[in-house]
């Protein structure tokens, strides 16, 4: 039954629309309840108590005024709010998207929930971009769905924060465009003004884009150089509007402290970063280093180490890991740039061009780009692969299984410390409430 229901999900024209709720249903299931079927707080009153999180000072001040300086409030009296406070100065496209939200008096935590309708999506896209393989790209919107990364994107559990699910949404939009050269140099450049952790995600994108099997070695630069241009830009620009509008400069004092307090979450720090997609990491670091592409296996743990690092600069490890997403679609193509090179791309289903025709301004149009289903299994040398489409299916289905269970656990874990509602409960609940009002069941 369950086999069944999944090939329902992967076949015909909307898969991509199916795979997606799927994991909108999986990501709802085992996190806690979205903020954003909340009520409120009010626009105009963000102490209001019914039953909401108020906005925090910080962002409150940025949804008024998207280029204001949050590093000369004096409230919250909290040292590390204020501290925080000060880090969202220059996150001037978040606070643009909660000013928007404002205006249109729609909910605040709105623009982090299509966020992470944006990140999900980029699992279900990037991964059958990169596979040509359905079941894989359901299994990767899956891992997806279990990370933390989807929390800080829908829940927000414990201590609201509605620019990092932005943040997200936006690096995955970078992500499902890299094969659209000028929209993809533009959206890294505005990732860069959600939060400068999206800077490290760029990072890993371009890491992403090296090891692309179907993309000409001059295409594959391109995207890095764009990448780095973008950077180089939003600095450049930062600058000048620092200048214009009388900008604090960024608070630094507390990266010592951290550094010393976040060493003893390591372990934590670690898990949280992919979770059960660690799996493809160490199989896309193992394999790679076995056929002697060493340099991509070295490539991948400094990315890998690199995003452990990030992690224990700030206090907050969970939401700093959830920026390393990009990493899974790294190894996923450093897995089949070396089992499916340029030349056998139509084992997987690719695209039918002249042969004459560069790999990099090939055009996927109409049913050419939608493989049959077993089409992998199909080829005479599938069985010859070390690790084709068929062979990623269980340990990526297994990395999703893992992800999920562990983010439902550490759901339960912090209802020890601070209650909070799943998303089953709040449904029991609101069932409950509309049944027993008067006249509710006739």
Known sequence: MITQFLSYLTEGRFWIVKVWLFSLAATLLFSCMPAVLLDGPFWEDTEATSGAFPLPPAYQVKANQPLADTAVLQFPVDPGSQSHGAKLTPRVLSAACLYVARKCSLHPYLPATLGG???????????????????????????????????????????????????????????????????FSCSAFLACWTDERAILSLGLIGLTSLLLSDLELKSRWNRCWMLAGAVLSYFAVRKVVAMVCQWSPADMSMLG?????????GQL?????????????????????????????????????????????VLDISRAGSFAFPLIFASLAALFRHSNPAGSRAELGSEVSSPTQPAGNRRRTGKSDVPSKNTAAESPDAKNRPWGANGLVRPVSFAALISLISTNLEVIAGMVFQPCRSMPVWLLQTLSYYLERPGSLS
């Open 117 to 183: 309708c944006l990140y999900l999506l980029s699992g279900v896209i990037v991964g059958y971009r990169i596979t040509r393989d359905r079941q894989l790209a359901l299994g990767i919107s899956l891992i997806l769905a279990g990370l933390y990364t989807s929390n800080a994107c829908f829940s927000m559990n414990f201590e609201p924060k509605p620019f990092d699910g932005i943040a997200i949404g936006w690096i995955a939009l970078t992500l499902m465009l890299i094969d659209r050269p000028y929209l």
């Open 269 to 313: 720090a670690t898990w949280t970063c992919l979770e059960g997609a660690w799996i493809l990491v160490a199989l896309a670091i193992w394999k790679n280093w076995q056929i002697q592409a060493r340099l991509h296996s070295i490539a991948l743990s400094a990315a890998a180490v690199g995003c452990i690092v990030s992690c224990l600069i």
């Open 257 to 265: 402290d951290n550094l010393l307090g976040s060493a003893s979450y």
